[in-house]
């Protein structure tokens, strides 16, 4: 069975605060994205990530960075977390662009 | 610009009630559409991807059918285990091999 792994379930910060979400798989898929959800509005796709140190991206950039050093490992990154960034966020992998598999959550609150 | 409406947004049916989720989509070009299900403060967790129209698909309750415009979820004699939003997302061509576009979703409920 595919495994994404998010690094937390829970995370309480700070406004203006560095955060760093991690995200690991376990099948050597070359794609993995970060998505954040938000009610009313779906899934959001912010940065993917096609092979390491490759990143494009998504439909939400904006205060938000990636990291990609290892092919099994994306972090993402909010370099000043803003109230407006509290949310749920969700990572996912794929292999080949085909079905993506997705980690249990991370739910974001910025206070 | 690729996009899809899931309808309804929520919906309640009784234990044993069989009804369909509708999943209508605009995309350049298909390559796949993808149904997921979600349960409450959880990732979505993946059901079926169906590539052309006519296509059909089943996993216990639950068979998913795609058309030139749209897609549905039937679900058979529900159980209340089956209760979880139901999330559908197109994968079109010129966007990329890697993107999906959501639908909001449908949030089942069935009552015992």
């Known amino acids: 069975d595919v495994k994404v792994t998010q690094s937390s379930r829970y995370l309480v910060k700070r406004t203006g605060e560095k955060v760093f979400l991690e995200c690991v798989q376990d099948?050597?898929?070359?794609?993995m994205f970060w998505y954040r959800q938000d009610p009313g509005l779906g899934l959001r796709l912010i940065y993917f990530s096609y092979d390491v140190k490759m990143k494009e991206k998504g439909d939400i950039p904006e205060g938000y960075s990636v990291s990609r050093e290892k092919k099994e490992r994306f972090s993402l990154i909010l370099e000043s977390a803003s109230t407006n960034q509290t949310s749920m966020y969700l990572c996912?992998?794929?292999?080949?662009?085909?079905?993506?598999?997705f980690g249990a959550g991370t739910r974001l609150s910025v206070l | 610009e690729d996009q899809v409406t899931q309808s309804p947004e929520a919906l309640r049916l009784q234990e044993g009630e069989s009804s369909s989720l509708n999943c209508s989509y605009t995309v350049s070009g298909l390559r796949g559409l993808f149904w997921y299900r979600q349960d409450p403060g959880k990732g979505p967790e993946f059901l079926f991807t169906?590539?052309?129209a006519g296509e059909e698909k089943e996993k216990e309750r639950l068979k998913a059918t795609l058309t030139k415009k749209e897609s549905f979820l039937h679900i058979t004699a529900p159980k209340p285990e089956d209760s979880a939003t139901y999330l559908c997302a197109v994968q079109g061509i010129i966007q990329g091999a890697q993107k999906l576009v959501f639908g909001q979703g449908t949030r089942l409920t069935i009552n015992p």
């Open positions: 169906l590539y052309s």
């Open positions: 099948m050597d898929h070359e794609n």
């Open positions: 996912a992998s794929s292999f080949r662009g085909n079905i993506q598999y």
